[in-house]
């Protein structure tokens, strides 16, 4: 009997976050093959024309490699975290949530169209990981030493010109302190009403 390949296996432990990372490689490559159809029928809109799919999808474009690799890499971090300590179901609410809040504040503060990727969402799933965890310690949520730090302070070194300097395109901070903010009350919410219920972290 042949042992099931290692991403299959990933795959089936983390289903949720396994989609995710596929739809944000396949946003990428439709931006790559097609920029003006990924604009047109995937970017934010809001919902007067009824394309309520747009309030979600920006999520999932991505604008080259790089943009792709660290987001998927930071989802596939804090994302497995979550689903493995609290189910898939949840971390698709939680993605969904935090996915909206995020491409509104983005709108609203920019004004255009013309932004993606998950970065709103790993910033959410940060927050939800840092405020639950420190309300119901559970060993399946811990972060390594010094995570939570880094990326709050990378949001707020992106606030000025030297990141968008040197990597020469524009950055959606509204986005990720949106999605850093409902992340926290995310993790504030369910980690208060497990707390109620009197479970406990393992």
Same mark, same amino acid.
């Given at each position: 009997? *042949?042992?099931?390949?290692?991403?299959?296996? &990933?795959?089936?432990?983390?289903?949720?976050?396994?989609?995710?990372?596929?739809?944000?490689?396949?946003?990428?490559?439709?931006?790559?093959?097609?920029?003006?159809?990924?604009?047109?029928?995937?970017?934010?809109?809001?919902?007067?024309?009824?394309?309520?799919?747009?309030?979600?999808?920006?999520?999932?474009?991505?604008?080259?490699?790089?943009?792709?690799?660290?987001?998927?890499?930071?989802?596939?971090?804090?994302?497995?975290?979550?689903? =493995?300590?609290?189910?898939?179901?949840?971390?698709?609410?939680?993605?969904?949530?935090?996915?909206?809040?995020?491409?509104?504040?983005?709108? *609203?503060?920019?004004?255009?169209?013309?932004?993606?990727?998950?970065?709103?969402?790993?910033?959410?799933?940060?927050?939800?990981?840092?405020?639950?965890?420190?309300?119901?310690?559970?060993?399946?949520?811990?972060?390594?030493?010094?995570?939570?730090?880094?990326?709050?302070?990378?949001?707020?070194?992106?606030?000025?010109?030297? &990141?968008?300097?040197?990597?020469?395109?524009?950055?959606?901070?509204?986005?990720?302190?949106?999605?850093?903010? &409902?992340?926290?009350?995310?993790?504030?919410?369910?980690?208060?009403? =497990?707390?109620?219920?009197?479970?406990?972290?393992?």
């Amino acid at each position: 009997m *042949s042992q099931e390949p290692n991403w299959y296996r &990933v795959a089936r432990q983390y289903p949720a976050v396994t989609s995710l990372v596929i739809l944000s490689a396949l946003g990428g490559i439709l931006v790559s093959v097609d920029y003006s159809a990924a604009i047109q029928n995937l970017s934010f809109s809001g919902i007067t024309n009824n394309q309520y799919w747009r309030l979600i999808t920006p999520i999932f474009l991505h604008f080259g490699m790089l943009h792709f690799v660290f987001n998927s890499l930071w989802l596939s971090m804090l994302g497995s975290r979550i689903e =493995q300590s609290m189910g898939s179901l949840h971390l698709i609410i939680v993605v969904l949530v935090s996915g909206l809040v995020s491409n509104i504040a983005q709108y *609203s503060w920019s004004g255009t169209v013309n932004f993606g990727g998950m970065s709103g969402v790993v910033y959410a799933l940060l927050g939800y990981i840092w405020i639950k965890n420190t309300l119901v310690p559970q060993r399946l949520l811990s972060l390594p030493k010094g995570i939570v730090g880094f990326m709050v302070g990378w949001l707020f070194l992106c606030m000025t010109p030297v &990141v968008t300097f040197f990597i020469g395109v524009g950055i959606a901070n509204a986005a990720h302190l949106g999605g850093l903010l &409902v992340g926290l009350l995310l993790g504030l919410g369910f980690g208060l009403v =497990q707390r109620l219920k009197g479970e406990h972290g393992s």
